[in-house]
């Protein structure tokens, strides 16, 4: 069996499909940025 080359083929993605997925991640990392800084002024101290 003789090793292929190319077994791997870029597919092209729509523009829009990379886009939505990157700006998705950075808005889940902004949530989870702003959840963290928040959440540590709920803490109840005495």
């Known amino acids: 069996m003789s ?3 190319n077994q ?3 597919i ?3 523009l829009g499909l990379k886009f939505g997925v ?3 991640g950075v808005a889940l990392i ?3 940025f702003w ?3 928040f ?3 709920q803490v109840p101290g005495d």
């Open 12 to 14: 092209e993605q729509p």
């Open 22 to 24: 990157a700006l998705t």
């Open 39 to 41: 959440s540590r002024n």
């Open 35 to 37: 959840w963290f800084v």
């Open 3 to 5: 090793p292929q080359k």
């Open 30 to 32: 902004g949530l989870n």
């Open 8 to 10: 791997f083929h870029q």
